[in-house]
């Protein structure tokens, strides 16, 4: 693959549905050229996120659950307005989504019940269905205007915002 190619790939690690083997690929790719990285670290969150996040913080613990690597990951954490309580990626827990040990991972940092928990994501097959298995409340973030999952649902959402808006302040 030559470069430019790879450029636009690079976009697809930000995908949950990704198979494990292509993101590898990604990910090696990224340790070694210092141009794609610099381009990941420059995407800028979608402009609902950060406000969301910062009504959030003032009354819930926010973590996020992560199949790209501590690294990367601190590079999108810098575009983000607040600080999370908990970080649990797959390169620390040394599995990845959907594995469920993630998402046990992630009830342990935070220190409470599976049905506390509201899990935000988008992707059926590696966010929705393992942590419905595991009890916790789904919202789908259906920002595509997808079909919904074959998962129950707390809430559909087209936008963080909706989400800051679904119980009351
Ligand atoms: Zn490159």
Redesign the pocket.
Known sequence: MN?EE??EK?FLIGDTELDAAERREIEN??KS?G??RESLARWEPFPDVNPALIRLSRRYKLAIISNIDRHLLGRSLQRLAVRFDALITAEDVRAYKPNPEIFRQALTRLACPAQEVIHVAFGPEYDLQPAHALEFRIVFLNRQKLPPPEVPLEAEIADLEELSSLWKE
């Open positions: 470069h790879w450029k690079i790719h990224l050229c141009d794609c």
